[in-house]
T-cell receptor, first 116, second 116 residues
Framework: GAGVSQSPSNKVTEKGKDVELRCDPI?????LYWYRQSLGQGLEFLIY????????KSGLPSDRFSAERTGGSVSTLTIQRTQQEDSAVYLC??????????????FGPGTRLTVL | AQKITQTQPGMFVQEKEAVTLDCTYD???????LFWYKQPSSGEMIFLIYQGSYDEQNATEGRYSLNFQKARKSANLVISASQLGDSAMYFCAMREGYNQGGKLIFGQGTELSVKP
């Protein structure tokens, strides 16, 4: 398809395990964003990529969270030693350009993470 | 401090009537953008409408219009002729000025229910 895709759609893990969430942005989109949506915190920004660089990581909640992007395309969000408070829907979005230009952000369907 | 405030957790509207969803924002930037997204129960985030801080006219997209009152820092979404399919969560979001990476700051959302 032509939209943003994310995998897996659902992930159940045990506390203390590591998880990897994947995002495939729309082809040609240089900007990629990760957000988290939880009942208590609403929609929160996590990290922004421009190409393979992450000029804004200010939303990552702890050093257990990391992300990378390769080839200016696919991005992986990794959560180490998961905690129950990490349970949320993780949303990825991409846009043609980032920075200060207006460009609509297209969102993927999200990955629902449940930490038991 | 809350940067985006949506004061209506839930709203009801009769089918075919118009409804206004409130959004106020707080920023010291002169350049910013305001967005509305719709999130149906399926979870996808659907872009509805955009208003730039320098745009003099209110944005319109089909049945959606944005009532932008810059001095009052409000950006209310107006949906005309409501349809059953409009039942969803609606999020107001802001992108702050230059060198902010384009990340979106979201409000807490308003759940709209359209009654037949």
């Amino acid at each position: 398809g032509a939209g943003v895709s994310q995998s897996p759609s659902n992930k159940v893990t045990e506390k203390g395990k590591d998880v990897e969430l994947r995002c495939d942005p729309i082809s040609g989109h240089t900007a990629l964003y990760w957000y988290r949506q939880s009942l208590g915190q609403g929609l929160e920004f996590l990290i922004y990529f421009q190409g393979n660089s992450a000029p804004d990581k200010s939303g990552l909640p702890s050093d257990r969270f990391s992300a990378e992007r390769t080839g200016g395309s696919v991005s992986t969000l990794t959560i180490q030693r998961t905690q129950q408070e990490d349970s949320a829907v993780y949303l990825c979005a991409s846009s043609l350009l980032g920075g200060d230009s207006y460009n609509e952000q297209f969102f993927g369907p999200g990955t629902r993470l449940t930490v038991l | 401090a809350q940067k985006i405030t949506q004061t209506q957790p839930g709203m009801f509207v009769q089918e075919k009537e118009a409804v206004t969803l409130d959004c106020t924002y707080d920023t010291s930037d002169q350049s910013y953008g305001l967005f509305w997204y719709k999130q149906p129960s399926s979870g996808e985030m659907i872009f509805l409408i955009y208003q730039g801080s320098y745009d003099e006219q209110n944005a319109t997209e089909g049945r959606y219009s944005l009532n932008f009152q810059k001095a009052r820092k409000s950006a209310n979404l107006v949906i005309s002729a409501s349809q059953l399919g409009d039942s969803a969560m609606y999020f107001c979001a802001m992108r702050e000025g230059y060198n902010q990476g384009g990340k979106l700051i979201f409000g807490q959302g308003t759940e709209l229910s359209v009654k037949p």
